[in-house]
Each structure stands twice: as structure tokens, then as C-alpha cells.
């Protein structure tokens, strides 16, 4: 049976956010919402006043003596920062996962709504008069203007490509400046370690020998994702060493490159590892193991015959944070383990 972590289709993001998330590319939350605040410097609000930074951009950020108000607007940085107990006065709630395992900021009416990063509320950003904002991935370009309209906030950027840093690196650099910038150090390394055993565990399960395709479904199409390329399923390949059974360049555009039935039929792939995009914003159609599991033309490939597809978790298109990536190993892992 195809492994995967399938939240309630019903959970959606507002229509509104759909049409404005397409034009971009790219689990469940543990108790630790509560935990104190680790490591040297004390918390406020869960952030560690006083504290020195080094953001991803390489700057030196200085943590306010005194903080009130943290917006963030890294969807990586979500589901950390609320497990750490980190208190929002806002966020782009148009752009987090609603559904089994959301974060608590999406239903707190204490934490304004800057909508999403294609037609913010930029007022927001003054309103909320923040001591510290954390910024990157899809709010990434809007750093110059948030950093007029915040006055002497810190800014602290969270932003990394996977073009030009591993992704499993660049969410290690990210969660332990989230630690360092929370006084949560401890919980970072923490969640780093079990970034890196997820991995090991998954790339000695493989055998090395089987081919895999990545795949997008959306709207009930499905598109190709090759390898190296994107935020999700593409930089698996290098992690992991996988064999691909296509070995061709594709977009940067996260949105996958056309494919149809019959080239995925050709190359029959030992595994498929699928992206369902629409379980993440909501739309109501096919799931992607409904138009993978049930297309006559896929019934002869190795991976659906054998019921060898990983599915990535529901949210992974709008949270693409350590813990999903984590999650996405160790099932990985557990479905190399299960086909030996």
C-alpha cells in the first residue's frame, strides 16, 4: 500500500489565496508549545532579548532588551516558532495550512492577518509596531520595504535558496538561528538531529539500484518534478542519491514541468514520490493518489503495481519547515525498509 500522511481534504486556504499562491512554488505539531525558553539569554515573549544574531543573509541582528511584538513571515519558521511558544502580533495567515496539524497563529484573533506576499497588508507591518521581524521565502523580496515601514525593528532574514544551499542545510543554518534568536538553542539542535537521523535512516534503506520520478498533482494533473530542482521533491534526489528514472532538467518555477501518463508509463519508475499541491491550499479535487493509483495508463508501473508511492505530508506545499522535511525522510525510510 502507498505510504502516505493524509490530512482532511476538506482543510483549505481562502480561494483568494489559491489564485495568488499559483503563480509560486512551494504535519502535525508537537506539544511543545509551552516549553521554557533554552540556552543563554532570557525570553520575552519567546524571544531571547539581548541576544546577537547571524541572519541567513550573513548580517548581524541585535535582539531588542526589550520586545512586545514579532511578526514573522517565513512559512518555514511557523510551526517552530508556535511549538517554542513564540507570541505573533502578526503573520500572513492567508498563506498557513488550515487542517489537521496547523499551527495556533491561523485561528488567533490576536494575531493580525498581513494576507499573503502576492498583495499584502503592508500596513500591518506598521501597525503592529514590531521589535523583531523574521523574514524570508516567499516574503523574502519585500525586505527593503518592510524594513522602511518597521522603523528600528530587527530584521532578522530567514531566507535561503535551494538553488544555492542544500535544503537540508540551509533549514539547519535556519532552525538554529531561530534557536539562537528565541533562546531555544537546545530544541533547535534537537530538531536538527532528527533532520539528519531521518536522512541517514533513509539513505540506508535505499537500495541504490531502484529508479524514482517525482510528481506534482494539481487540479488533477500531474507534472513532473526532475531532479535538483524546486524546494521539495528535486532536492530529494541529491540528498538521498536516488537513481532517476528520468534524468532531465526541468523549471525552477516549483510548479513542475508537463509529463503525461505515457512518458511516466515509459520510464516506469520503481517508486513515485507525489506532491498533492491542492492538499495544501485547499482545492477541492482529485487527490493526487486518486489520479496516481487509479490512471489505467499508470497500472503496469513497478511503483503503482507494487504500491511503492510516498506521498509528502498534506501541508508540505505551504510549509516546507524541518519538521515536514523530517517527516518526508523517516517515511521514506520506512517505505525502503518495508519493500526489503
Known amino acids: 500500500m502507498a505510504l502516505r500522511s493524509r490530512a482532511t481534504r476538506a482543510a483549505s486556504l481562502s480561494v483568494a489565496s489559491l489564485l495568488l499562491l499559483t503563480a509560486c512554488g512551494?504535519?502535525?505539531?508537537?506539544?511543545?508549545?509551552?516549553?521554557?525558553?533554552?540556552?543563554?539569554?532570557?525570553?520575552?515573549?519567546?524571544?531571547?532579548?539581548?541576544?546577537?544574531?547571524?541572519?541567513?543573509?550573513?548580517?548581524?541582528?541585535?535582539?531588542?532588551?526589550?520586545v512586545d511584538s514579532v511578526i514573522a513571515t517565513d512559512n518555514r519558521s511557523f510551526r517552530t516558532l508556535d511549538e517554542w511558544g513564540v507570541e505573533l502580533s502578526a503573520?500572513?495567515?492567508?498563506?498557513?495550512?488550515?487542517?489537521?496539524?496547523?499551527?495556533?497563529?491561523?485561528?488567533?484573533?490576536?494575531?493580525?492577518d498581513?494576507?499573503?506576499?502576492?498583495?499584502?497588508?503592508?500596513?500591518?507591518?506598521?501597525?503592529?509596531?514590531?521589535?523583531?521581524?523574521?523574514?524570508?521565502?516567499?516574503?523574502?523580496?519585500?525586505?527593503?520595504?518592510?524594513?522602511?515601514?518597521?522603523?528600528?525593528?530587527?530584521?532578522?532574514?530567514?531566507?535561503?535558496?535551494?538553488?544555492?544551499?542544500?535544503?537540508?542545510?540551509?533549514?539547519?543554518?535556519?532552525?538554529?538561528?531561530?534557536?539562537?534568536?528565541?533562546g531555544h538553542e537546545d530544541e533547535a539542535k534537537q530538531l536538527n538531529t532528527e533532520l539528519d537521523d531521518s536522512i541517514a535512516r533513509a539513505k540506508e534503506a535505499y537500495n541504490g539500484e531502484d529508479t524514482v520520478m517525482g510528481l506534482m498533482v494539481t487540479g488533477g494533473n500531474t507534472t513532473y518534478v526532475a531532479p535538483g530542482n524546486g524546494r521539495s521533491i528535486g532536492p530529494l534526489f541529491d540528498i538521498l542519491d536516488l537513481k532517476p528514472a528520468i534524468d532531465q532538467q526541468g523549471s525552477?518555477?516549483?510548479?513542475?514541468?508537463?509529463?503525461?501518463?505515457?512518458?511516466?508509463?515509459?520510464?516506469?519508475?520503481?517508486?513515485?514520490?507525489?506532491?498533492?499541491?491542492?492538499?495544501?491550499?485547499?482545492?477541492?479535487?482529485?487527490?493526487?493518489?486518486?489520479?496516481?493509483?487509479?490512471?489505467?495508463?499508470?497500472?503496469?508501473?513497478?511503483?503503482?503495481?507494487?504500491?511503492?508511492?510516498?506521498?509528502?505530508?498534506?501541508?508540505f506545499y505551504v510549509a516546507e519547515d524541518i519538521q515536514n522535511h523530517t517527516k518526508l525522510f523517516n517515511d521514506l525510510a520506512d517505505a525502503f525498509e518495508g519493500a526489503q
Open 26 to 66: 512551494t504535519g502535525a505539531s508537537s506539544d511543545g508549545g509551552d516549553s521554557p525558553a533554552s540556552g543563554s539569554g532570557s525570553a520575552d515573549g519567546g524571544v531571547a532579548v539581548g541576544a546577537e544574531v547571524t541572519d541567513m543573509s550573513g548580517a548581524t541582528v541585535q535582539i531588542p532588551e526589550e
Open 91 to 112: 503573520a500572513p495567515k492567508q498563506i498557513m495550512y488550515e487542517g489537521e496539524g496547523e499551527v495556533s497563529y491561523v485561528k488567533d484573533e490576536k494575531v493580525t
Open 114 to 182: 498581513i494576507g499573503n506576499h502576492k498583495e499584502p497588508d503592508m500596513e500591518a507591518f506598521v501597525t503592529a509596531e514590531p521589535d523583531v521581524v523574521i523574514n524570508g521565502q516567499r516574503f523574502a523580496e519585500r525586505k527593503g520595504e518592510i524594513d522602511e515601514l518597521t522603523g528600528d525593528a530587527a530584521i532578522v532574514d530567514t531566507d535561503f535558496k535551494p538553488e544555492d544551499k542544500r535544503v537540508d542545510k540551509g533549514l539547519k543554518e535556519l532552525t538554529t538561528l531561530l534557536g539562537e534568536a528565541t
Open 252 to 315: 525552477n518555477d516549483h510548479q513542475g514541468d508537463d509529463i503525461s501518463v505515457e512518458a511516466i508509463a515509459k520510464a516506469n519508475p520503481d517508486w513515485l514520490i507525489v506532491m498533492d499541491r491542492d492538499a495544501a491550499i485547499g482545492e477541492d479535487s482529485a487527490s493526487a493518489d486518486e489520479v496516481i493509483e487509479k490512471s489505467e495508463a499508470l497500472q503496469d508501473v513497478t511503483a503503482v503495481k507494487k504500491g511503492q508511492i510516498v506521498y509528502l505530508p498534506d501541508d
